[in-house]
């Protein structure tokens, strides 16, 4: 438009703050790329910090969108109120994963007792896993992270276990994969698109490897649905990315970026 003086003024992007999910964001930055380049009314800016953040950031009005991989928890919504709309944007496996010298040595399969028995301390060495003598270096997620309380219930029976045998806490699932990268003895858990590129060596469960198919149909046991959440009333760019992401444009850059669509 044209001011008083005839200089041309443009009109700012309005901001839509995503936050969260360190699973997600690989997701939400592809798909803000994509979004922010398709229209000029909105400009998606996202972040990481985990799902508890997320969950956090948008009860308190500091994000328009929180980025989860777990359903809001009751104690959430106890401490924040039941106003969170729930949006999944695409669905994703917990992969367990080992250092590609463990795998290439033969540690390719394992059942869920036996990463029960690592996390808990029970099975320390390789060696009781038809691997080399060799010390099992642990890594875990935070507290805080949605991929953390789904491995724990669905592992270890309970999202409030202790896992005594965890040598190594990662913030994120890049943490997580660096720290299996960098080891000849490592273990640990992560989200799919984390473990594709062939970097890692990623475990059958229980004699089901984790694939696009096996998580999506749930025979691979360690899947989850990946959420976008609002709060109350969801400000007009939230609602646009969210319609976006969930339509097919946001679904292909969720396939392309090794998610599970829709």
């Known amino acids: 438009m044209v001011g008083a003086l005839g200089a041309i003024t443009v009109c700012a992007k309005e901001t839509v703050s995503i936050s969260g999910s360190t699973t997600v964001l690989p997701l939400a930055e592809a798909g803000a790329e994509a979004f922010n380049n398709a229209q000029s009314d909105y400009q998606v800016l996202v972040t990481g910090g985990g799902t508890g953040v997320g969950v956090k950031n948008v009860a308190e009005g500091t994000s328009a969108i929180g980025m989860a991989s777990r359903e809001v928890t009751k104690d959430e919504t106890s401490q924040f109120g039941d106003k969170f709309n729930e949006n999944i944007v695409g669905y994703d496996g917990i992969v367990v994963a080992v250092s590609k010298k463990l795998y290439d040595g033969g540690v390719k399969a394992l059942t869920k007792d036996q990463v029960k028995k690592i996390y808990s301390g029970e099975i320390t060495n390789w ?136």
Request: no cysteine.
């Open 127 to 262: 060696k009781e896993l038809n691997g080399p003598d060799s010390e099992i270096l642990v890594v875990a997620r935070e507290q805080g992270s949605g991929t953390r309380d789904t491995f724990l219930e669905d592992i270890m029976g309970d999202k409030k276990a202790e896992t005594p045998g965890v040598n190594t806490v990662a913030s994120s699932n890049a943490e997580v994969r660096t720290a299996l990268t960098g080891s000849d003895k490592a273990i640990g858990y992560l989200g799919f698109s984390y473990a594709e590129d062939g970097a890692l060596g990623v475990i059958s469960l229980d004699g089901v490897v984790p694939t696009a198919k096996t998580i999506k149909d749930g025979s691979y046991e360690l899947n989850r649905k990946l959420y976008f959440y609002t709060f109350g009333d969801a400000a007009p760019g939230a609602e646009a990315f969210i319609k976006f992401m969930i339509g097919s444009e946001g679904q292909k850059v969720a396939e392309e970026n090794g998610f599970i669509p829709l």
